[in-house]
């Protein structure tokens, strides 16, 4: 079992920068893939980003890419999504979730556990 519980959102200027936080419970972070989720209310869950159990493969959405990087520290059983040149279309409910994949994937059904959410609002 892994609890997951997000911080960092906030309100931002476009062109501002926020980094969420992701810490997770239990022993087996390490052997977990993670990413990040977004939603606005009345639409689908998107992929944003992920990152291997090692850290050392990431993926991104094209809507993001070169904007936003994600990263862990194993140690400190914590992923993090730093987001810079953030626009107001990036405003949503941020989610960090689990996943037993060995790669990462940008693929909601595979992911385990998840955590509450907290929002990012982007002012234009």
């Known amino acids: 079992q892994v609890q997951l519980v997000e911080s960092g959102g906030g309100l931002v200027q476009a062109g501002g920068s926020l980094r969420l936080s992701c810490a997770a419970s239990?022993?087996?972070?390490?052997?977990?893939?993670m990413g990040w989720f977004r939603q606005d209310p009345g639409k689908e869950r998107d992929f944003v980003a992920a990152?291997?159990?090692?850290?050392?493969?990431?993926y991104y959405a094209d809507s993001v890419k070169g904007r936003f990087t994600i990263s862990r520290d194993n140690a400190k059983n914590t992923v993090y999504l730093q987001m810079n040149s953030l626009k107001p279309e990036d405003t949503a409910v941020y989610y960090c979730?689990?996943?037993?994949?060995?790669?990462?994937?940008?693929?909601?059904?595979?992911?385990?556990?998840w955590g509450q959410g907290t929002q990012v609002t982007v002012s234009s």
């Open positions: 979730a689990a996943t037993k994949t060995a790669w990462g994937t940008s693929a909601l059904r595979e992911y385990d556990y």
């Open positions: 239990g022993r087996t972070f390490s052997t977990y893939a």
């Open positions: 990152i291997s159990w090692s850290g050392g493969r990431t």
